[in-house]
C-alpha cells in the first residue's frame, strides 16, 4: 500500500462515536443548569430592581412620617416581610419555569 | 424533508427553548465535533470536555447564529477557540495522549496502530491552525470552504496548511517505515 492510501485510511477513519447518548445527557445537563442558574440570577436582579423602586418610593414618605416613631417601625417591618415573601415567590416560580422549560 | 430543513427545524425549535430539539441537533453533530477537537488537541479527555463546552456555549448563543454556516461548522468554530485559548493559557502542548488510539483499534477497517501513532506524533508537531485545517480537511471531510469559515481564515490560507500538512504527515509515515 502507498503512503497516499496509508494516510487516507489512517486519518480518515473516526475517531468519536457515531452515537453517543452519555455524551448527549452530559451536555443537556450542563445546558439545563446554565439556563437555570441565567434565570435564577434574572430574577434575584429583578427583585433587586423591584426592592430598589420600593426604597426610593420609600424614602420620601419616611422623610414626612417622621414624627411617628412606632406606627412607622412597624408599618416599615411589615412592608419588608410582604417585600421578603414576593422576592421568594419571584424566585421560586423563575426557577419552576426554567425546570419546565 | 431534507436534512437540511430538518436541521432548520430543530434550531427554530430550539431557539423557543425546546430541550429535546437542541438534544437532537447535539445528537447528530456530536460525532463531527468530538473527531475534529480530539484531533485537533490530541487529548482525547480533554477534545470531549471542550466538546461539551462548545455544545453549551452554542445553546446559550443560539440567537446570534446567523446561519451563514452549517450548525456543526459553527460549533466546531466554537470549540477551536475553546481549545486554542486553553492550550495557550495552559501549555498544554505536551499533554496529548493516545488512549483513544488504542480504543478505535477494533474497528473493522482500521489502519494498522503504527500508522496511526506515527501520524498522531506528527499530528502533534504541526503549528495549531495548520493541525486545525487538517484535523477539519483530511480527517472529518469539512471542504476547504467550510474550515475557512470555522477557523476564520482566508480559503488560500487554509489550503496551503492542508497541503504543508499532508506533506509533513506523508514524510512521517516514510520515516516510521525506515
Known amino acids: 500500500m502507498d503512503e497516499e492510501a496509508r494516510l487516507s485510511r489512517a486519518l480518515g477513519a473516526p475517531v468519536a462515536p457515531k452515537r453517543d447518548a452519555r455524551f448527549v445527557l452530559a451536555v443537556m445537563r450542563d445546558a439545563e443548569a446554565a ?3 441565567k434565570a435564577s440570577l434574572l430574577a434575584v436582579l429583578r427583585g433587586a430592581g423591584f426592592a430598589a423602586a420600593a426604597a426610593a418610593l420609600a424614602v420620601p414618605f419616611l422623610g414626612s412620617a417622621s414624627a411617628g416613631g412606632a406606627a412607622l417601625q412597624s408599618g416599615a417591618v411589615g412592608a419588608g416581610a410582604l417585600l421578603t415573601l414576593v422576592l421568594a415567590w419571584r424566585v421560586m416560580t423563575g426557577r419552576a419555569a426554567a425546570v419546565r422549560r | 424533508m431534507t436534512e437540511t430543513h430538518d436541521e432548520a427545524r430543530l434550531i427554530v425549535a430550539a431557539r423557543r427553548g425546546e430541550s429535546r430539539a437542541f438534544a437532537a441537533l447535539v445528537d447528530a453533530h456530536q460525532q463531527a465535533v468530538r473527531g475534529f477537537l480530539r484531533r485537533f488537541t490530541g487529548h482525547w479527555a480533554d477534545a470531549d470536555d471542550i466538546a461539551q463546552e462548545a455544545f453549551v456555549t452554542a445553546w446559550r448563543k443560539l440567537d446570534a447564529f446567523e446561519g451563514r454556516s452549517s450548525f456543526r461548522s459553527w460549533v466546531c468554530g466554537i470549540g477551536f477557540r475553546i481549545a486554542r485559548d486553553a492550550r495557550r493559557s495552559h501549555n498544554r502542548a505536551s499533554a496529548r495522549d493516545t488512549d483513544w488510539l488504542a480504543e478505535s483499534d477494533d ?14 506524533a506528527a499530528m502533534a508537531t504541526l503549528p495549531d491552525e495548520q493541525r486545525a485545517a487538517v484535523a477539519l480537511c483530511l480527517g472529518e471531510g469539512f471542504s476547504h470552504t467550510e474550515a475557512a469559515a470555522i477557523l476564520k481564515l482566508p480559503l488560500g490560507t487554509v489550503k496551503s496548511h492542508v497541503t504543508r500538512g499532508r506533506e509533513r ?10
Open chain 1, 35 to 37: 439556563r437555570f442558574k
Open chain 2, 107 to 120: 474497528a473493522p477497517d482500521a489502519a494498522p496502530i503504527e500508522d496511526r501513532m506515527a501520524l498522531a
Open chain 2, 169 to 178: 504527515l506523508l514524510k512521517a509515515l516514510e520515516t516510521n517505515d525506515g
